[in-house]
């Protein structure tokens, strides 16, 4: 647990400078440049998401059940991973109707995400990992509706629809394939 506590607090913190320590991180920026800060911002990034994914592999050898599972709620992880998945595809797909209103959907791409797999996982390691993520992107989700909206064009049918598409895309590549050929877990239970 201890590699995986280091990997969240070394990725999510490092996530978490613009909206936690704004000035901070403006005063590095302006002390290493540009490039550095993006280097250095980079290399803490890499090296938190390889900690996080090594310490939940060791977790998962030796879990800590924290309470039983609740028949129903793989089923209903699955149903918000695909809102889970069009907001991630809102973050990319150019003028959809998604992006221009909620401004941030990738933010909000996470916050499902990690609701989603709280109700259907159970162990100490779920928690913290699921945990840690829903309450980074609550943090940096607030932190962004306080600055200024981004510009950008005008929403059209066609980038909402491609969007959607997108996602469910996206969405049945994950829950039919590669969830259960990279983690080992199939989340509609085949």
């Not at 900690?51 to 028949?71: C, D, E, K, Y």
């Not at 992006?99 to 609701?115: C, G, R």
């Not at 600055?147 to 039919?176: E, N, S």
Request: proline share 5%.
């Amino acid at each position: 647990m201890t590699w995986l506590a280091l990997g969240l607090t070394l990725f999510l913190g490092i996530h978490l400078t613009r909206a936690v320590v704004p000035a901070w991180r403006g005063a590095l920026i302006t002390r290493l440049g540009e490039k550095g800060w993006k280097g250095l911002y980079s290399v803490a990034a890499a090296i938190g998401l390889c900690l996080i994914v090594w310490g939940f592999s060791q977790a998962r050898l030796n879990t800590i059940v924290l309470w039983p599972r609740l028949p129903g709620m793989n089923h209903a992880a699955a149903a918000l991973m695909l809102v889970a998945m069009v907001l991630m595809a809102a973050a990319y797909v150019p003028r959809n109707h998604f992006k221009a209103k909620l401004q941030h959907p990738m933010t909000l791409s996470v916050k499902v995400w990690a609701f989603a797999h709280l109700l259907a996982n159970n162990t100490l390691a779920d928690v913290m990992l699921f945990g840690s993520f829903l309450v980074w992107s609550i943090l940096v989700f607030r932190a962004a509706r306080r600055r200024p909206a981004p510009a950008m064009a005008a929403p059209t049918a066609a980038g909402t629809a491609m969007t959607v598409v997108v996602g469910a895309v996206l969405w049945a590549v994950i829950a039919f394939w590669a969830h259960a050929a990279w983690l080992g877990i199939a989340p509609l239970g085949r």
